[in-house]
């Protein structure tokens, strides 16, 4: 089954002729993609890159990953924005898949929180991936400094050689010199894939292939949304419908998009998100404003922003039609809190009841909204869902007008650092 989209609350808010208008620049943009003629188009690898992943490599990754976990009781990823979320995004929603845990570090700087990770991992045996395209990234390179130092305390320099494995450039950089010096094995970070959109690469696979992930089915499920998102219909194509949409209302004033979930499986699949469009779309003073909810908890915090709040919002929903798992509600004698109206039914009805109720809470509300429905919770759905966004967000970086590809801003923090560090 596929993923789909619920544009029914968009009604009032966008009209056929806005749809209609909007074709001809959305199908420009699709063959720029397609044909990579676009901004930023050397790093457009992301397209055809399902399918071209070679089920060579795949096979590879799947013996390796079992070679690992052989002498593996976890796994540290070593990595921060693309290199980490996707990696984490896919592990919580497929934690039930996983064969061996993964830890993270180099996301922070926190003394405290390395600290207790390396005091939690003395007794245990432990694989390191490093995933840094350069080797230089502020965060992972000193977590690997201080991770290396562990690793060589737990094992002898031929013993480490299993226990450290590099995602990194695949002729250049400081980490691909240190992995040549001491002998760690090698996985490229392809050149024409930016890190926001490398989960489907090495930078993502060889983590998720040594904790179990089935990332054949994540590849193959990618596969299936490349084809399927190939039309340049608007109508036909829910990649080209959201993005359009999302256009739209930010030239309507809403400049802000939620995306709600009410699964916290899904919770990390958000914050992929909010990197993968934040940095996509926020330059030359342009962009929607990406924030996140996780339902119903949130309806009790934000619930009230979200309802009555200032009108410069529109919200999409993350929902999953097969949640995997039964909970049924009990009938009780008493009745006192007179909840045997929904006895005998599994939870996640409720859980679907509530998202009904707030998106039509919300719509009548002003805020409209769109709904993205997963089949089911396992990699083939992750697979189309991570294809489904990352065609989106290059659609409407274009249609704004920006370089999607590219991220200048966030050099502009790591220069002072670097002037404040001392480092040259």
Known sequence: MDIKL?????NGFIDKSEWKAIEPDVEKVHQDLINKTGQGNDFTGWVDLPSQISDSLIDELESFGEEVRAHSDCLINIGIGGSYLGVRATMEFLIADQKIPIHYAGNNLSSGYLFHLLESLKDKHVTVVVVSKSGTTTECALAFRIIKKFMQEKYSPEELKKHIICATDAHRGALKKIADQE??????????VGGRFSVLCPAGLVSLAIAGID????VEGARVAEKKFMTPSVEKNIAHQYAAARFLLHQKGKKIEVLSTFYQRLSYIAEWWKQLFGESEGKDGKGTFPA?????????????????????????????????HKMIIPKDDQNLDNFNCVAGKDLDFVNKQAHKATAEAHYEGGVPNMTIMLPSCNAHALGQLYYFFQKAVATTGYLMGVNPFNQPGVEAYKKKMFALLGRK
């Not at 908890?297 to 922003?305: E, F």
């Open 183 to 192: 002998g760690y094995k090698t996985y490229p970070i392809y050149d024409d």
């Open 215 to 218: 990332i054949r089915q994540l």
């Open 6 to 10: 619920d544009i029914k609350n968009l």
């Open 292 to 324: 996140s909810l996780n339902l119903t908890a949130d309806l009790h915090s934000m619930g009230q922003m979200m309802q009555e709040g200032e009108r410069n919002v529109f919200e999409t929903f993350l929902m999953v039609e097969d949640s995997g």
